[in-house]
T-cell receptor, first 113, second 113 residues
Framework: QQQVKQSPQSLIVQKGGISIINCAYE??????FPWYQQFPGKGPALLIA?????SEKKEGRFTISFNKSAKQFSLHIMDSQPGDSATYFC????????????FGTGTRLQVTL | KAGVTQTPRYLIKTRGQQVTLSCSPI?????VSWYQQTPGQGLQFLFE???????NKGNFPGRFSGRQFSNSRSEMNVSTLELGDSALYLC????????????FGSGTRLTVV
């Protein structure tokens, strides 16, 4: 079964600190790796995504680092803010005629003052 | 631009009943996918429709079914409800068949009593 393993399960970071969430995948055929942010009562919202031919992508305070040989990717949130407190999901997509997202188990991030 | 609309937002059903959930994708989006989200199992793929055809189905029993209409709106049905079907059911739409740029709705919270 295709899996995406995510860690940690929960994370507490002080305001202004760096939040780091890690994911590992098994299927080397995955060709798109998005991160989603979910607030209580809402559906997941696409935060940032990367393709395996790129090692890093940055959008504002959010950066994805991608290590193809290790089959790992991570989300870094710089200058973490209380408004970043949410659950974060990594995912992997195998595109094609039967594409579907495979999600990690989620990381609950709490940013304290 | 309107987002993905799911109705109803909340449902309470009794064991053994059936339920139909509705999803209206973003205008112009032709792909609709459904996911089940529970605290224990996380986000699990149910099925995906593109141009009224089911392209992919997750590992759920036959009690779970869906369909897509010519206007891309989609419904999912769960028959003979069980307590374990209590979950947040999420619909996501994307413009093309490759499922890049998924946009999720806020979900339907189903409680089976």
């Amino acid at each position: 079964q295709q899996q995406v393993k995510q860690s940690p399960q929960s994370l507490i970071v002080q305001k202004g600190g760096i939040s780091i969430i890690n994911c590992a995948y098994e299927n080397t055929a995955f060709d798109y790796f998005p991160w989603y942010q979910q607030f209580p009562g809402k559906g997941p919202a696409l935060l940032i995504a990367i393709r395996p031919d790129v090692s890093e992508k940055k959008e504002g305070r959010f950066t994805i680092s991608f290590n193809k040989s290790a089959k790992q990717f991570s989300l870094h949130i710089m200058d973490s803010q209380p408004g970043d407190s949410a659950t974060y999901f990594c995912a992997a997509l195998l595109t094609g005629t039967a594409s579907k997202l495979t999600f990690g188990t989620g990381t609950r991030l709490q940013v304290t003052l | 631009k309107a987002g993905v609309t799911q109705t109803p937002r909340y449902l309470i059903k009794t064991r053994g009943q059936q339920v139909t959930l509705s999803c209206s994708p973003i205008s112009g989006h032709r792909s609709v996918s459904w996911y089940q989200q529970t605290p224990g199992q996380g986000l699990q793929f149910l099925f995906e429709y593109f141009s009224e055809t089911q392209r992919n189905k997750g590992n759920f029993p036959g009690r779970f079914s869906g369909r897509q209409f010519s206007n891309s709106r989609s419904e999912m049905n769960v028959s003979t409800l069980e307590l374990g079907d209590s979950a947040l059911y999420l619909c996501a739409s994307s413009p093309q068949a490759d499922n890049y740029g998924y946009t999720f709705g806020s979900g339907t919270r189903l409680t089976v009593v």
